[in-house]
Every structure is written in structure tokens, then in C-alpha cells.
């Protein structure tokens, strides 16, 4: 590549921008990482709080609706607001959180994949492989009906057949103050998770795990473990045996307690509450929830790519009243690369997915180095490792992917 010709784009990538420190981090990985070596072709929204208020959540519908159009985008962690954001913001609308509109709009399968890098040890030492936690993120407790209860109430579940019928459950005979929650599912959808998961350990040629807890929820849960022998059956038994890998239903809890002995190198298809919380231990178990990928993929191959965590508030106010703050802004780096990848695959352009490769390699060289953020430093073997503050960690790796980059323009001369 010419040092003054940049990598082109055809199609535009949506690119959604956010709140406090990731947005800080966002901006300063864009022009230190992104557009100095990519014409970068992207329609941007920006879902800031502030903004999202503005629109009265317009801004969150219209990047949906881009995201739809063009099909890959990228995004930054942004706030949901809770009452106690209400006011620290002075907002005035009841916005919804656009995690929940794009997981809506894609189909709700969300893709957790630590960054695991030879330079870091993960704290639990067994796992050599990276896992990937795939949550299905529909229903469930997520879309849970709840009423709190008195001393006294009787609380029935009654479902109205279509054809006018009545069935009834007695749920609970109040004998004290309570609670209670119905949440639902649909087969399609649980079908439809089974097939991404069956897909995506195929293509990476990796076993399949799924666990649920059946000996108690003996209609619920049983409904998933159905429909994912029956998927497997219908569609992926004679691939997954030609590919020498397996798929595996068990207990959940057989599951974490097999996850956390093995040494990785699997796809956990979790249910929703699952996949949330296990997505979490497992980025803790690999080193930082700063080092995980996210991403949703429909199954059309829309997809969105975004940092598995949130906007590191705490940090945000420190670094407003000047001081300097070591957040890790990896997770936001390989959000960008997966995109940029993504979009390279579906346009074609080679240039663009050797980027994306050549800026995740600038990443594990600056670690490799021993040039960490303060959240890695125990994790970090590279004998001296210092940790830096997040300006320093992205202009080391800028130099690296400059390096890397020119290195291929100097080798044709
Ligand atoms: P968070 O941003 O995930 O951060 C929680 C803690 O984890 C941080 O205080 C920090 O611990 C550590 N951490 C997370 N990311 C880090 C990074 N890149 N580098 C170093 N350390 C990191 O959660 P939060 O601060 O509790 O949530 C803030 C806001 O994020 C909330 O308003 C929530 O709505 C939003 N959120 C958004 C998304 C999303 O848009 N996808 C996801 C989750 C949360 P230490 O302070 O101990 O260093
Ligand atoms: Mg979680």
C-alpha cells in the first residue's frame, strides 16, 4: 500500500457512536487507527444519551433501519437509562436502549468471543482455546411478565387456545407477600438459534455444547433441548460427523462445571440469562471483559459489531476531572477490525480484510511487547510489561500497524 493512498470502500459501514469513556476511546481509535489508512465510507448516528433524548430515540430507529439497508456496522457502548441516569442527564423522554432495537431488528443472536492473545495468560490456566459464548437473546426473563403479590392473592397462568378453549395452572396460593413471572418463548425462534450455532461450529470446526436444566423445567426447557436434536438431526448430524466434531446436551450446571475444567476450544449455545451471565465469566476467566468480542449476526448476515462492555462510567469521571485513565480499549479495537472485515468479505475487498488482520496483529504486538492497560498487567507474560494509559497503548499500536503496513509497500521496491 502507498503511503498516501488509502484502502478504499464500496459499501458504506453504519457506524453508531455512544457515551463517556467508550466514546472517548472511540473517537481516539478512529483517528489514530482508522481513517489514516482507510477512505472510510460509514453514515454515522449518534447515540449518545443526549442525543437519543433529542430525537425523542429517532437516532436509534434510523441507524436500525441503515443497519438493515447496508448490513454491517459497528457500535459504540452507550447508557441505558435507568432512573438514577434520568436524572444525572436531565432527560426527558423514555428512550429505549438501541442494544435492544438492533437485537429486535437482527434476530437476537449475540456472539461472545474472548481476545485471547499468546501474550496473556488467562486466569484460568486450563484454557488454552478460545470459547465462544452464542446467547440467544430473546425472551425468556428478558420479555418476563411480572406482578409483585399480597398476602391472600392466588395466582393462576391461563393460556386462551385459539380456538376459544381455556388452560389453567395454579401458579401460587399467597399465603404471604410475594412475587411472581411469566416469560415465554417461541420455537421458531429457539430453532432458528440452533441452526446459527450448528453453522457457526461447523464453519469453525469446533463441538457444540448446550445445556439447559430439563429435570426442572420439564416443558420449558425441554422445548429447547427438542428442538435442538431435532435441528441436528434434520440438518447437521452428517456434516458434524464428516467435520470430526460433536454436539453435546447436557445439565447446565454439568456445563459450567465441564467448561471451567476444559481446556476451551468449543461453542457454548446458551439461553438467554445464561448467555449473559457465562459470557461475562468467561471474559473474566480469559483476563478482562475489555478483552471480548460482540457481535450479532441474523440470519440473513446483517451483522453488528460492538465491545462486550459497557461504557466504563467510572473511568469516564476521572478522566473528566483531568486525571489519566488506563481503560483497555481492545474490545472496541477488534469491534472495528470485525466490522471492517465483515464488510471487506461482502464487498470483495481484499485490501480491506487484510487490514482488519494486519490491525488486530498491531494489537498483539503492542502486548506482546510487554505495553498493557492496567486491567491486563496481571495477566500480561511479556517479562516487563508497563502499564500505559489508553492514548499510549493506541498510538503504540498505531506505529506497530504503520510498521506492518509499510513493511509490504517496502518489500515491492
Ligand atoms: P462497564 O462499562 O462494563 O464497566 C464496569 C467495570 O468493568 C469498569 O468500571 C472497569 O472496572 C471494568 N471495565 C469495563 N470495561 C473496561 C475497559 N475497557 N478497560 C478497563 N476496565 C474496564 O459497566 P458500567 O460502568 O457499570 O456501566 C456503564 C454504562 O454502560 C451503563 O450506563 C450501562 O447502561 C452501559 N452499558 C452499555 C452496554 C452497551 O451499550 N453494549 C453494555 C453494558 C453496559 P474498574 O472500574 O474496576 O477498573
Ligand atoms: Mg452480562
Same mark, same amino acid.
Given at each position: 500500500? !502507498?503511503?498516501?493512498i488509502?484502502?478504499?470502500?464500496?459499501?458504506?459501514?453504519?457506524?453508531m457512536n =455512544?457515551d463517556?469513556? #467508550?466514546?472517548?476511546?472511540?473517537?481516539?481509535?478512529?483517528?489514530?487507527l482508522?481513517?489514516?489508512?482507510?477512505?472510510l465510507?460509514?453514515?454515522?448516528?449518534?447515540?449518545?444519551?443526549l442525543?437519543?433524548? &433529542?430525537?425523542e430515540?429517532r437516532?436509534?430507529?434510523?441507524?436500525?433501519?441503515?443497519l438493515?439497508?447496508?448490513g454491517?456496522g459497528v457500535k459504540c457502548?452507550?447508557?441505558?437509562?435507568?432512573p438514577?441516569?434520568?436524572?444525572?442527564?436531565?432527560l426527558?423522554?423514555?428512550?429505549?436502549?438501541p442494544? &435492544?432495537?438492533?437485537r429486535?431488528a437482527?434476530?437476537?443472536?449475540?456472539?461472545?468471543?474472548p481476545i485471547?492473545l499468546?501474550?496473556?495468560?488467562?486466569?484460568?490456566p486450563?484454557?488454552?482455546k478460545s470459547?465462544?459464548?452464542?446467547?440467544y437473546a430473546? =425472551?425468556?426473563?428478558?420479555?418476563g411478565?411480572?406482578i409483585? !403479590?399480597?398476602k391472600?392473592d392466588?395466582?393462576?397462568?391461563?393460556?386462551?387456545?385459539?380456538?376459544g378453549?381455556?388452560?389453567?395452572r395454579?401458579?401460587?396460593?399467597f399465603s404471604g407477600s410475594g412475587?411472581?413471572?411469566?416469560?415465554?418463548?417461541?420455537d421458531? =425462534?429457539?430453532?432458528? *438459534?440452533?441452526?446459527c450455532?450448528?453453522?457457526h461450529a461447523l464453519?469453525?470446526?469446533?463441538?457444540l455444547? *448446550?445445556g439447559?436444566?430439563?429435570?426442572?423445567?420439564?416443558?420449558y426447557d425441554?422445548? $429447547?433441548f427438542?428442538?435442538?436434536?431435532?435441528v441436528?438431526?434434520e440438518?447437521?448430524?452428517?456434516?458434524f @460427523?464428516?467435520?470430526?466434531i460433536?454436539?453435546?446436551s447436557?445439565?447446565?450446571?454439568? !456445563?459450567?462445571a &465441564?467448561?471451567?475444567?476444559?481446556?476451551?476450544g468449543f461453542?457454548?449455545a446458551?439461553k @438467554?440469562?445464561?448467555?449473559?451471565?457465562?459470557?461475562d465469566?468467561? #471474559? !473474566?476467566g $480469559?483476563?478482562?471483559?475489555?478483552m471480548?468480542?460482540s457481535?450479532i449476526?441474523?440470519?440473513?448476515g446483517? #451483522?453488528?459489531?460492538?465491545?462486550?462492555? =459497557?461504557?466504563?462510567?467510572?473511568?469516564?469521571?476521572r478522566?473528566?476531572?483531568g486525571?489519566?485513565?488506563?481503560t483497555n480499549p481492545?474490545?472496541l479495537?477488534?469491534?472495528?477490525?470485525?466490522?471492517?472485515?465483515?464488510?471487506?468479505e461482502k464487498?470483495?475487498?481484499?485490501?480491506?480484510?487484510? *487490514?482488519?488482520?494486519?490491525?488486530e496483529?498491531?494489537?498483539?504486538?503492542?502486548?506482546?511487547?510487554g505495553?498493557?492497560?492496567?486491567?491486563?498487567?496481571?495477566e500480561?507474560?511479556a517479562?516487563?510489561? &508497563?502499564a500505559?494509559d489508553?492514548?499510549?497503548?493506541?498510538?503504540?499500536?498505531a506505529?506497530?500497524?504503520r510498521r506492518?503496513?509499510?513493511?509490504?509497500?517496502?518489500?515491492?521496491?
Amino acid at each position: 500500500m !502507498a503511503r498516501d493512498i488509502k484502502i478504499k470502500m464500496k459499501t458504506p459501514l453504519v457506524e453508531m457512536n =455512544g457515551d463517556e469513556m #467508550a466514546r472517548v476511546l472511540w473517537e481516539e481509535i478512529r483517528e489514530a487507527l482508522i481513517t489514516p489508512f482507510v477512505d472510510l465510507n460509514s453514515v454515522n448516528f449518534d447515540l449518545s444519551v443526549l442525543e437519543r433524548d &433529542r430525537t425523542e430515540g429517532r437516532v436509534s430507529a434510523d441507524a436500525v433501519t441503515a443497519l438493515l439497508t447496508y448490513g454491517v456496522g459497528v457500535k459504540c457502548p452507550t447508557i441505558t437509562p435507568t432512573p438514577e441516569r434520568v436524572r444525572e442527564y436531565g432527560l426527558v423522554h423514555d428512550i429505549p436502549s438501541p442494544n &435492544r432495537l438492533i437485537r429486535k431488528a437482527l434476530g437476537g443472536i449475540l456472539f461472545r468471543t474472548p481476545i485471547s492473545l499468546p501474550a496473556i495468560k488467562p486466569l484460568i490456566p486450563n484454557w488454552k482455546k478460545s470459547i465462544t459464548v452464542i446467547r440467544y437473546a430473546y =425472551g425468556d426473563v428478558y420479555r418476563g411478565v411480572e406482578i409483585p !403479590a399480597e398476602k391472600g392473592d392466588v395466582c393462576e397462568l391461563v393460556l386462551r387456545k385459539a380456538g376459544g378453549e381455556m388452560i389453567s395452572r395454579q401458579v401460587y396460593d399467597f399465603s404471604g407477600s410475594g412475587v411472581v413471572q411469566a416469560m415465554h418463548n417461541v420455537d421458531d =425462534g429457539i430453532a432458528g *438459534f440452533a441452526h446459527c450455532c450448528m453453522r457457526h461450529a461447523l464453519d469453525t470446526g469446533q463441538d457444540l455444547w *448446550f445445556g439447559a436444566k430439563d429435570t426442572v423445567s420439564k416443558t420449558y426447557d425441554r422445548r $429447547f433441548f427438542d428442538i435442538f436434536d431435532r435441528v441436528y438431526k434434520e440438518g447437521f448430524e452428517e456434516g458434524f @460427523n464428516a467435520g470430526g466434531i460433536a454436539y453435546h446436551s447436557m445439565l447446565v450446571d454439568d !456445563a459450567v462445571a &465441564r467448561a471451567i475444567r476444559s481446556e476451551g476450544g468449543f461453542v457454548w449455545a446458551c439461553k @438467554n440469562y445464561d448467555g449473559d451471565v457465562f459470557s461475562d465469566m468467561v #471474559a !473474566a476467566g $480469559f483476563g478482562s471483559l475489555a478483552m471480548m468480542s460482540s457481535y450479532i449476526i441474523s440470519p440473513d448476515g446483517q #451483522a453488528c459489531y460492538e465491545a462486550a462492555h =459497557g461504557t466504563v462510567k467510572r473511568h469516564y469521571y476521572r478522566y473528566t476531572k483531568g486525571e489519566q485513565v488506563s481503560t483497555n480499549p481492545v474490545g472496541l479495537i477488534f469491534a472495528w477490525s470485525g466490522a471492517l472485515r465483515k464488510r471487506g468479505e461482502k464487498d470483495g475487498l481484499t485490501d480491506l480484510t487484510s *487490514f482488519a488482520e494486519k490491525l488486530e496483529g498491531a494489537v498483539a504486538g503492542t502486548i506482546a511487547d510487554g505495553i498493557v492497560t492496567a486491567d491486563i498487567l496481571p495477566e500480561s507474560i511479556a517479562g516487563e510489561g &508497563r502499564a500505559v494509559d489508553f492514548k499510549e497503548f493506541i498510538s503504540e499500536t498505531a506505529s506497530r500497524l504503520r510498521r506492518e503496513l509499510f513493511a509490504d509497500e517496502a518489500a515491492m521496491l
